[in-house]
């Protein structure tokens, strides 16, 4: 959790700006949450989520979102981050091997729930971006970008004497016919 957090703030200082955490997200993510499981270390079940009026939601939103842009990492050390391992013996071989053990974590339902709607704003602001290895057919782009793009790259790395790795150039994918 801690490290998509970390994510979520280069991506936010990346884009110089607040991360906007829409109620739709928060609210799509409350309804993914399964009813019937075993609550947390703080007792929290899912099911009290789900009687959550729109005002209360509204608050969690906002909590969400001022944990998302907080550059303190004391703003994460909050009581439902915190979660318990259970050591359930499968009641088959020797007690004293590990194998032997399945573990099982409660997590709390609310940093579920948070974590489902950081997830959800990443993947949203990484979709904005294409993928670099599909410039040439996008509107406005050509090729030719991604060839400037890394011989840009390949004088940098040669003055500032970095090694450059290149894992592969599809040049069929780029072109239709090559001669």
């Given at each position: 959790?801690?490290?998509?957090?970390?994510?979520?703030?280069?991506?936010?200082?990346?884009?110089?700006?607040?991360?906007?955490?829409?109620?739709?997200v928060v609210?799509?993510?409350k309804a993914r949450m399964l009813t019937g499981k075993a609550p947390g270390p703080d007792g929290v079940a899912a099911e009290l989520l789900h009687l959550f009026d729109w005002h209360t939601t509204?608050?969690?939103?906002?909590?969400?979102?001022r944990?998302?842009?907080s550059d303190d990492d004391e703003a994460t050390e909050v009581a439902w981050n915190q979660s318990i391992l259970h050591a359930l013996y499968k009641g088959k071989g020797s007690r004293t091997l590990l194998a032997n053990w399945?573990?099982?974590?409660l997590v709390p339902v609310v940093q579920k729930w948070y974590e489902g709607a950081l997830w959800t704003v990443v993947a949203r602001r990484r979709a904005r971006a294409p993928p670099p290895w599909i410039y040439g057919y996008i509107q406005g782009r050509q090729a030719s970008d991604l060839v400037h793009a890394l011989s840009w790259t390949m004088l940098r790395c040669a003055e500032w004497h970095l090694p450059l790795l290149?894992?592969?150039?599809?040049?069929?994918t780029a072109f239709d016919c090559i001669d």
């Open positions: 959790l801690e490290c998509l957090v970390r994510v979520a703030r280069r991506v936010q200082r990346a884009r110089a700006g607040r991360i906007r955490l829409d109620m739709d609210l799509q993510e509204e608050i969690f939103r906002q909590v969400f979102e944990r998302i842009n399945r573990f099982i974590s290149v894992a592969s150039i599809d040049v069929n």
